[in-house]
């Protein structure tokens, strides 16, 4: 497949995505907008900080690492040996799921069970829709690295806006279900995922007369599962050697994006209901970031990894790909400074009305305003991270990953503020702080994309 061929479905997936996305977080961004007004803040924060960071942990340190080496090269290969190795995040998941679940119910402080019920069912029931989720993993990178643009956005925001529907009736009408609601509306939200997946691939592969059977490695559903392939070999050691590069540096990764999270819920530096406050606008603030930015670097991502060999120089490389590779880098990083700078400049101005809008009284009244002017600088280091990391991952060799593991070391090397250790502190701490905390972590990162 040529380079230009490459792009060309990669600008298709990264638009195809931003347009439905944009469509679908408007739906999701009303019905959040109307839960809120029926929620007390320390739920808010058990549910998007406690619950949901055991949740996302659970899901990086099982599948990101895998995600990224079976992402790396082209289509030609050994799908089977790649297909078996991403089932072994199934495993990975189980354990992290029970580990990290033994932690938060035992090691961590557990919540008022008058102020917020019900919270082991909580613990339990986000790990196992983690655990439930990495079972449509297969699948997942099937369907990216073969380019089919609407799947994911289809499936993710269908998925998405159901479980709003669902937390919205639960909330009117059982609200003294406490963390029972958003405890099954996770799971609903996993399963749903997942069988969006199942069944188009099911469908696909039930229809002969489909022209994307054509591209695809595996012609029946009972393909997708483990089985031996004819070699004898079960996995791709050098897709696995790989992998553990890359959990090597996922774990660190995990750290800089939930940092503020992970010293909320292991330092108690702020109760549960200043972190629903800082949670609500940490995703007021990122919003755009998930909408503009996430989609390119996904789908860039594959891009990159199709035209470049993975670890080759470059003057060794068909000079064509390099240049169509050089050209999309630099529009990249140009519509990421744009869009950044737009997005820092109107969010100092409007952000105590986006947050009376969004929540009321509740978020524009106290340190939301300045949390979320803050947050707008924030995402202008995201916008350029974004985009060179997904460039620096897909051209690295394995060797390099492992350097570059050292470099984003020294990012998190950087220490908690004083005022935000319980040892020292004297005065309550400020959220915007742990923000800045967080916008100096990723400037480190920054500087490691060479």
Same mark, same amino acid.
């Given at each position: ?16 995505? /931003? ?6 977080? /408007?739906?999701?961004? !009303? ?86 019920? $019900?919270?082991?069912?909580? !613990? !339990? ?48 009408? /059982?609200? $003294? ?16 995922? !997942? ?91 990122? /919003? ?143 959220? $915007?702080?742990?923000?800045? $905390? ?13």
């Amino acid at each position: 497949m040529g380079s230009q061929e490459v792009l060309g479905q990669a600008a298709r997936l990264a638009s195809s995505g /931003l347009l439905l996305q944009v469509l679908f977080r /408007l739906i999701t961004f !009303v019905l959040n907008a109307f839960i809120l007004r029926f929620l007390s803040k320390e739920i808010v924060g058990v549910v998007n900080v406690r619950l949901t960071l055991l949740y996302s942990t659970t899901l990086f340190l099982a599948r990101e690492a895998f995600r990224r080496a079976c992402l790396s090269g082209g289509t030609q290969r050994d799908w089977s040996q790649t297909l078996n190795l991403l089932w072994l995040t199934v495993p990975l998941g189980v354990f992290w799921s029970l580990f990290l679940g033994w932690i938060w119910l035992q090691l961590l402080e557990v919540p008022d069970p008058n102020v917020v019920p $019900h919270y082991a069912t909580g !613990v !339990v029931l986000f790990g196992l829709s983690a655990v439930v989720e990495l079972l449509g993993e297969p699948f997942w990178v099937l369907a990216q690295a073969h380019m089919f643009v609407k799947l994911k956005v289809i499936a993710e925001s269908l998925s998405v806006i159901l479980k709003s529907v669902l937390t919205a009736f639960l909330v009117l009408w /059982l609200p $003294h279900w406490g963390l029972y609601i958003f405890s099954l509306a996770q799971l609903f939200y996993t399963t749903v995922l !997942v069988l969006c997946y199942v069944i188009y691939f099911t469908r696909l592969l039930g229809s002969p007369e489909s022209t994307k059977l054509q591209t695809l490695p595996v012609s029946r559903i009972t393909d997708l599962l483990p089985n031996i392939t004819r070699n004898g070999a079960f996995i791709n050691w050098k897709e696995a050697k790989l992998t553990w590069s890359f959990f090597k540096q996922s774990f660190l990764k995990q750290i800089l994006t939930e940092g503020e999270r992970y010293v909320m819920t292991f330092l108690n530096v702020l109760n549960f209901g200043d972190q629903g406050v800082y949670d609500i606008v940490n995703n007021l603030g990122s /919003l755009v970031a998930r909408l503009i930015f996430q989609p390119i670097e996904e789908s860039f991502y594959i891009f990159f990894a199709k035209v470049l060999e993975r670890g080759k120089d470059a003057t060794l490389q068909k000079q064509e790909d390099v240049a169509v590779a050089a050209a999309v880098l630099e529009s990249l990083l140009k519509l990421a400074l744009l869009a950044g700078l737009t997005i820092t400049v109107f969010g100092f101005a409007y952000s105590q009305l986006a947050l009376d809008i969004y929540g009321g009284a509740m978020l524009s009244s106290g340190s939301g305003p300045v949390l979320l002017r803050s947050y707008c600088l924030y995402v202008l280091l995201l916008a350029i991270n974004g985009v060179t990391e997904c460039f620096t991952f897909a051209a690295m060799s394995k060797e390099e990953v492992d350097r570059g593991q050292e470099n984003h070391g020294r990012a998190v090397d950087l220490d908690v503020p004083t005022e935000h250790k319980p040892a020292t502190r004297t005065r309550p701490p400020r959220l $915007h702080g742990i923000l800045s $905390h967080r916008q100096a972590q990723l400037l480190g990162v920054c500087t490691c994309h060479k």
